[in-house]
């Protein structure tokens, strides 16, 4: 059941993501501020709920992760570990793919 769970969490993380990519250069304009925040906030309920950011290995989801952190960043202080790591992960797993799919 947790399964189905963490499944249901990534695909609503995936669509979350898919919208903050098209908010953020509107934000980054200085448009769309209450919006981007809205998702901004649901995007993290989902990465830092129980951790989740931990079982999260999808390239793009984690691209557009920190794509977003980049842009808008959730509170450092509180949040620098778990920054820290999905920075390192999604490098980790780029490296990763990119030596898989070189071949």
Partial sequence: MKENKDTNKLTKLRSLLRHM??????YDEGGKKEETEFVFDQ??????????????????ILRQLTRT???????????????????????????????????
């Fill in 69 to 103: 952190f980049e842009t808008i960043s959730p509170n450092k202080k509180l949040y620098f570990e778990e920054l820290a790591i999905i920075k390192e992960r999604d490098e980790t797993v780029g490296l990763i793919n990119d030596f898989f799919f070189s071949r």
């Fill in 21 to 26: 990519m098209i908010l953020i250069p509107y």
């Fill in 43 to 60: 995007v993290c309920n989902i990465v830092f709920d129980n951790d989740m950011f931990l079982s999260i290995w999808d390239e793009s």
